[in-house]
Each structure stands twice: as C-alpha cells, then as structure tokens.
C-alpha cells in the first residue's frame, strides 16, 4: 500500500508539449525511511523534494545535502568511446541515440545536477503504457530530462539511476562549445522500448 502525498496543481500538468509524444506527470513509489509505506508522488525530481520539505524534511535535507557533496562537471571526465554501451547497466541493451537535432540545445552543467539528484532520491518511477508516452523527471534552469515508454505496457524501472545513466551519456556523447558555455541535447534508445531525451524546457 502506498501512502499519498498531496501534490500541488502545478505538477499534474507539464509546461511542454512534445510533438508526437504524449506528455504525462511523472509518477513515482519512493520509501523515505520512516518504516512507513512507500509514498506515492507525482512531478520532477525537484517538485517532489519541493513536496517533501513539508512532509518528509529529514529526507530532503539528506538528499540536498548529498547533491551538494558530489563533484561538480567540470571535475568529472567525459568518456566518448565507439561503443556508447560501455558505460550502460547491463541490463538495458543500448539501441541508438542522436545529437542535438529536434531538440533544442540546453546548458550541459544544469543537466548534469538533475542526473545528481535523480541518483541520489531513490524510489522507482513507472510509466503509462507508450508508445511515445513521456514524462518531464528533471527541469531546472529550463533544462530537461524526459523519460519515455515505447512499449504497450506500464514499465516500472528499478531506480532513477536508470534514466540518469542515459542522461549522462548524452551529455558525454553530445556537446558543443560556444561563448565559455558547454551546450548539451539529444536521445538515447534502449532496445527493450524506453528512452531518454536531454532537451531546453520551460522551468
């Protein structure tokens, strides 16, 4: 049994529509370690931590506190390889990804704090069954990360370290430099019918 957070009205509908997709809110079964049931929520990762500084402050104290302490982008190495794989859980077979394209460039270093933060909250997102059904799990700084579901089936992930893993490897793989700025986009495919997208959004 999962316990229900209220949610405001501002994470039930999402600020982007994406053509050809349809936009859902993100929902999630997160345990706060407070020996309760899991909670149920619903928005970005930063709409739910907004959430639990009311219900749950020791937990969103815990997870800032840990996104503080980890290395900054400019510390950690970029590894671009002929084989994107390499760096993926095994689990998930690497299908593809493209570059920019489509989706409009956003500041890298703003998507590399939304993948510290989706490593560090814990708790299993699911989606509605696709294809083309995505949810916005990251927005700040109108930078954004979108996890979709291709396949005809609601699709449960172990953690947001899966969506964050693909995140972070298309701001390895796709980068472009202009005006002191790291700029980032693009896609990233798995074979099992799911993907991520790294994109400039309201936020």
């Known amino acids: 049994m999962l316990?229900?957070?209220?949610?405001?009205?501002?994470?039930?509908?999402?600020?982007?529509?994406?053509?050809?997709?349809?936009?859902v809110p993100l929902e999630w079964s997160l345990d706060v370690g407070d020996g309760k049931d899991p909670l149920h929520l619903t928005g970005t990762v930063e709409q739910v931590l907004d959430q639990l500084k009311v219900s749950h402050p020791e937990f969103e104290a815990k997870v800032e506190a840990a996104v503080a302490a980890a290395p900054p982008l400019s510390t950690v190495a970029t590894e671009t390889s002929e084989?994107?794989?390499?760096?993926?859980?095994?689990?998930?077979?690497?299908?593809?990804?493209?570059?920019?394209?489509?989706?409009?460039?956003?500041?890298?270093?703003?998507?590399?704090?939304g993948v510290?933060?989706?490593?560090?909250?814990?708790?299993?997102?699911?989606?509605?069954?696709?294809?083309?059904?995505?949810?916005?799990?990251?927005?700040?700084?109108?930078?954004?990360?979108?996890?979709?579901?291709?396949?005809?089936?609601?699709?449960?992930?172990?953690?947001?370290?899966?969506?964050a893993d693909a995140a972070n490897e298309i701001i390895n793989l796709c980068i472009q430099e202009e005006f002191n700025y790291q700029w980032s986009s693009g896609q990233y495919f798995y074979r099992e019918k799911w993907n991520v997208i790294v994109r400039q959004d309201k936020c």
């Not at 316990?3 to 936009?23: A, E, F, H, L």
């Not at 794989?85 to 690497?94: D, I, N, P, Q």
């Open 3 to 23: 316990c229900q957070v209220p949610t405001p009205d501002s994470v039930v509908v999402t600020d982007s529509v994406i053509p050809g997709y349809k936009v």
């Open 83 to 113: 084989n994107p794989a390499a760096a993926v859980v095994k689990r998930w077979e690497y299908e593809g990804h493209f570059c920019f394209g489509r989706w409009q460039r956003t500041n890298r270093n703003r998507i590399w704090e």
């Open 116 to 163: 510290m933060y989706l490593r560090r909250v814990g708790g299993r997102p699911w989606m509605n069954p696709g294809p083309g059904t995505c949810a916005r799990v990251s927005c700040s700084y109108d930078s954004a990360i979108y996890w979709c579901n291709d396949a005809n089936f609601v699709r449960t992930l172990d953690s947001f370290a899966n969506i």
